[in-house]
């Protein structure tokens, strides 16, 4: 037989072990007997992301059509088998109940090459658990407190601004005014630092910190290698952050620690607890003993992930609560009532004191994150074989991938009466009572929820507080009776700005 026989033979024998590979890939799920919807052949069931659809609409829509289909369906996240969770019994047993199977979330990240991805979010195994004992004091209600002086600092600031925009326009974008405030915030409470974007929306801070959450190194077929060859992704040595991006961060963190060195200024905020860890002034944790210094690689990649996660889904939240508030002035009335009369018993004084008594105020708050749940998914990965309690059929694979659709659920008729109206009275204290409490996560739920829940919780608070008592909101030939959502995101948010009329009291 010639070379080139031979050769061919091989080439042939390749592809159809490739196409044999691929094919049970993509119908692993009907070979289970799993209920499970056709998938495209590339994109799985992931298509029209970014073009025809948002993230969150996929989701919804996969949810709504195999609900009641099992505790969990097949889905495939490109050509990746995932389990697509769909009871509240078999989230618990992933996020609480049999949580050391699912502690990883299953998403790249290689610390080595791109230390900005060694954050707390994306980390694993041990290196996840240290840094999360590690990070846990700097969220404590002690620390919240301390805390609430800078965050009110920059709220009056920025009604300074909003109201210089409602005196020149009356009509109000408070979408980009919103960001500008979370900006400042981090700034002051991560990085220690006045950015001052609210009175320059043009600061370096600003505008780098939208492109690091906008801009990614790859295309959707980049972040699909990386999502599906994980392993491979890192022996080939790939980055997720642009190197301008990364340049900045260091170069902003560096600074900050090096005025603090130098000068010896000490500050109750995030930075000051990451600069303790580095110079080794440690922690005691009951489950790891004393915990060791870090370095300035992981102080940079946590706070980075600090400014990612609390700048976009905080002022995201009070954009959608405040065109809400706008749409229903009932509900808004009776939400200013309360602040009015709470910060009246204190002396005019928004004080952290004051927060504890605004209940209203949370129902909006939680009504506004359950309608509008910014980020709609809970990813995990399953570290050993789970076969699903009282369901043998059900089982999750070692190194599946896991998503709980919660944005989806969040809108379920079964849990919520009317899901798709505004309405606070769901999260009354009877509402509250009379409902599994895994039904309504936000924020996530067991050991792997989102840590900065309390400062997040905050800043909202201090925020719609001091627009409620100031300020009257209603919806202008600009509004839309339905927001039109970015479909290039993986979290909710709008195409375009949030226009509210707005007026001094």
């Known amino acids: 037989m010639a070379v080139s026989e031979v ?18 890939r993509m119908t692993y799920w009907q070979s289970q007997g799993i209920a499970c919807l056709k998938p495209h052949p590339l994109l799985g069931h992931i298509t029209g992301w970014t073009k025809v659809r948002s993230f969150p609409d996929i989701l919804t829509d996969y949810y709504e059509k195999l609900k009641g289909s099992g505790p969990f369906a097949g889905f495939y996240w490109f050509q990746k088998p995932t389990a697509f969770v769909l009871e509240p019994e078999l989230m618990k047993n992933i996020l609480i109940k049999d949580f050391p199977k699912f502690t990883d979330r299953g998403f790249y990240s290689n610390p080595k090459d791109d230390p900005i991805t060694g954050h707390l979010f994306l980390l694993e195994g041990q290196e996840w658990r240290q840094m999360r004992h590690k990070l846990s004091p700097t969220f404590t209600s002690g620390k919240m407190k301390n805390m609430f002086p800078m965050v009110v600092d920059v709220g009056h600031v920025f009604i300074d601004v909003f109201g210089q925009a409602v005196d020149e326009h009356g009509v109000v974008e408070v979408k980009d005014l919103l960001s500008r405030f979370t900006t400042d915030v981090i700034g002051t409470c991560a990085f220690g630092i006045d950015c001052n974007s609210l009175k320059d929306p043009n600061t370096e801070f600003r505008l780098m910190g939208q492109r690091a959450l906008t801009e990614t190194r790859h295309n959707l077929l980049g972040i699909a290698f ?46 000051g607890t990451l600069i303790d860890l580095k110079n080794n002034k440690t922690i005691v944790s009951e489950d790891d003993g004393e915990l060791q210094s870090i370095s300035l690689e992981q102080i940079v990649g946590q706070a980075f992930v600090f400014f990612a996660a609390g700048f976009e889904t905080s002022s995201t939240t009070m954009g959608f609560a405040l065109y809400e508030l706008a749409k229903h002035e009932d509900i808004q009335e009776r939400a200013r009532q309360e602040v009015q009369a709470i910060l009246a018993q204190h002396g005019g004084e928004l004080t952290y004191d004051c927060m504890k008594d605004m209940k209203y105020l949370d129902q909006v708050i939680a009504e506004t994150l359950r309608l ?33 659709p919660i944005g989806a659920m969040h809108r379920d008729p079964k849990y919520y009466s009317n899901p798709e109206e505004f309405d606070p009275e769901h999260f009354s204290e009877e509402a509250i009572n009379s409902r599994d409490p895994i039904l309504y996560m936000p924020f996530g739920e067991g050991p792997r929820n989102c840590i900065g829940m309390r400062f997040g919780q905050m800043q909202m608070r201090i925020c719609l507080t001091l627009l409620l008592s100031r300020f009257k909101f209603s919806l202008t030939d600009k509004s839309t009776k339905t927001l039109e959502m970015n479909k290039k995101t993986f979290i909710i948010t709008t195409a375009s700005g949030i226009y509210i009329n707005c007026e001094r009291i």
Request: aromatic share 14%; charged share 30%; glycine share 2%.
């Open 7 to 24: 050769l061919f033979t091989i080439l042939i024998g390749l592809i159809l072990y490739i196409a044999k590979c691929w094919y049970d």
């Open 226 to 271: 990386t999502f599906v060859f994980r392993n491979l992704a890192k022996k080939l040595h790939m980055k997720l952050t642009p190197d301008d991006i990364e340049e900045f961060f260091f170069r902003i963190v560096r600074e900050t620690i090096d005025v603090r060195e130098r000068e010896q200024i000490r500050r109750n905020d995030f930075m």
């Open 372 to 404: 509008y749940t910014v980020v709609p998914v809970l990813n995990r990965a399953c570290l050993e074989d789970f076969v699903v309690p009282n369901n043998p059929k059900y089982v999750i694979k070692k190194g599946m991938s896991v998503v709980i």
